[in-house]
């Protein structure tokens, strides 16, 4: 979950899960968060007088990522992201390492957050 920043635009404070993320260009797409109509003409896609419907499109278009922060999971407020190092034990085939892993903090709470699933399964 993300929240728009106060200084950022005519509408602060909105909050919504992010769909999208551009890195290329340090950009991100959060839900509900500047909404933008694209007028779009109607045109032929193919054979058989398949016609695409055109119209006004409604969809959130991307915003640098500068202007929105992470919400925490724990206190619910917006909040900048830290990182602690945690010592932690893995076992591998010549039996247990111990290794240092990064873990995401907040700093407002110092609770952990989480990893997104999504982020994890590297698509």
Do not use: Y
Request: with cysteine; aromatic share 0%; glycine share 10%.
């Amino acid at each position: 979950m993300a929240e728009q920043i106060a200084a950022a635009n005519e509408h602060p404070g909105i909050r919504g899960k992010v769909l999208r993320v551009i890195p290329s260009k340090g950009k991100i797409v959060v839900e509900g968060v500047n909404k933008v109509t694209k007028h779009q003409r109607p045109k032929a896609t193919g054979g058989a007088g398949l016609v695409q419907q055109g119209g006004r499109i409604e969809f959130e278009a991307p915003i640098p990522v500068s202007r929105v922060l992470l919400v925490c999971p724990d206190c619910q407020k917006p909040t900048r992201v830290g990182m602690r190092l945690k010592e932690e034990s893995r076992r591998t085939l010549t039996g247990s390492k111990m290794t240092t892993v990064r873990e995401r903090i907040c700093k407002k709470c110092g609770a952990a957050i989480p990893t997104p699933v999504e982020a994890r399964s590297g698509s």
